[in-house]
Nanobody
Framework: QVQLAESGGGLVQAGGSLRLSCATS????????MGWFRQAPGKEREFVATIGRSYGNTYYADSVKGRFTISRDNAKNTVYLQMSSLKPEDTAVYFC???????????????????WGQGTQVTVSS
C-alpha cells in the first residue's frame, strides 16, 4: 500500500498563498501520475490539478487555472501544489492522489486514482 502524506495546509487571508506538499517513501513514485483534489463541507470531492510522470504534463480545473501550479520532484518523491491569489471558495480539505496506470498521461477523475492521502485543511478567510 502506497502511503501519501500531505502537509502545508493552514489558515490564510484572501489573496494570500500556500504551498502544499505530498510526500511518499514509495520508490516507484516517478511512475505515478499524481493529482490534487479538494472537498469542501457538504460538497463532493473535486479535481484540482494533475501532473504526469516525467515530462511535466499538467492539467488544471478551470476554477484554479492561472492561480495554482502543480509540480513534482521525483528525486524527493514529492508533489507540490503552489496556491496563489487564494479565495474563500478555495477553502476545503486538499487531498493528493496517485494513479499507477502506466497508460495514463494525466488523470482528472477521482475513481481512476489508486492511492490517497489523508488530506490537509486549507482555510481562506475573507
Amino acid at each position: 500500500q502506497v502511503q501519501l502524506a500531505e502537509s502545508g495546509g493552514g489558515l490564510v487571508q484572501a489573496g494570500g498563498s500556500l504551498r502544499l506538499s505530498c510526500a511518499t517513501s514509495e520508490r516507484t513514485f516517478s511512475t505515478y501520475v499524481m493529482g490534487w483534489f479538494r472537498q469542501a463541507p457538504g460538497k463532493e470531492r473535486e479535481f484540482v490539478a494533475t501532473i504526469g510522470r516525467s515530462y511535466g504534463n499538467t492539467y488544471y480545473a478551470d476554477s484554479v487555472k492561472g492561480r495554482f501550479t502543480i509540480s513534482r520532484d521525483n528525486a524527493k518523491n514529492t508533489v507540490y501544489l503552489q496556491m496563489s491569489s487564494l479565495k474563500p471558495e478555495d477553502t476545503a480539505v486538499y487531498f493528493c492522489a496517485a494513479d499507477r496506470n502506466l497508460g495514463a498521461v494525466v488523470t482528472t477523475t477521482s475513481y481512476e486514482y489508486d492511492y490517497w492521502g489523508q488530506g490537509t485543511q486549507v482555510t481562506v478567510s475573507s
